[in-house]
């Protein structure tokens, strides 16, 4: 098993399960386990054994026996670290993945080089960043460049979700 891929095995910080008891047991199981590092082991070798042309999730499910959560979430945890990438073309319904070394047989515009960030993702980034400068503030004290950079961060918290209920309100009507 890979030392590398050990790091990655919580997907957003759930192993890849939803909020439902039987996923997050299965997940906290996989990851307790090193299913999840193996996992990644798995699809990284079979998408370098692909080669440049890479596999839908549904081609990697296929030749390793895993359903649509494994795949997903072991691709993500694999694509968010950079060692997989995402094809923009797709292949039965479904963007085909990458091993990081067929890169550069790919122009910027035909790839996908980082995930998609959902809307939780992006409040986590925040956050996170936020809380970093709270910190940071903090420990050095509360200079005005610390105060100026923590608002910044609060107004964009506050503008994004503005934007979010705005869009969410107009996709209601």
Same mark, same amino acid.
Do not use: F, G
């Given at each position: 098993m890979s030392e590398q891929l050990d790091l990655f095995t919580n997907y957003g910080d759930t192993g890849g399960y939803?909020? @439902?008891?039987?996923?997050? /047991?299965? #997940?906290?199981? $996989?990851i307790a386990s090193g299913k999840l590092s193996q996992r990644q082991d798995d699809l990284l070798r079979l998408l370098d054994t692909a080669g440049a042309q890479g596999l839908t999730w549904r081609a990697c499910g296929s030749a390793l026996g895993l359903h649509h959560g494994q795949v997903s979430g072991a691709l993500s945890n694999l694509h968010g670290c950079g060692m997989v990438f995402a094809l923009k073309e797709t292949r039965d319904k479904s963007h085909p993945y990458c091993?990081?070394?067929? @890169?550069?047989?790919?122009? /910027?515009? #035909?790839?996908? $080089?980082?995930?998609?960030?959902?809307?939780?993702?992006?409040?986590?980034?925040?956050?996170?960043?936020?809380?970093?400068q709270v910190r940071e503030a903090m420990r050095l004290g509360w200079s005005a460049e610390a105060i100026t950079t923590i608002e910044e961060v609060v107004s964009m918290m506050n503008a994004y979700e503005r934007l979010s209920k705005q869009l969410e309100s107009e996709s209601k009507l």
């Open positions: 939803v909020n @439902r008891p039987a996923s997050v /047991a299965r #997940a906290l199981a $996989d091993h990081i070394k067929y @890169r550069d047989d790919w122009e /910027a515009d #035909a790839r996908y $080089d980082e995930p998609v960030r959902t809307r939780n993702s992006r409040d986590r980034e925040l956050q996170a960043q936020l809380l970093d």
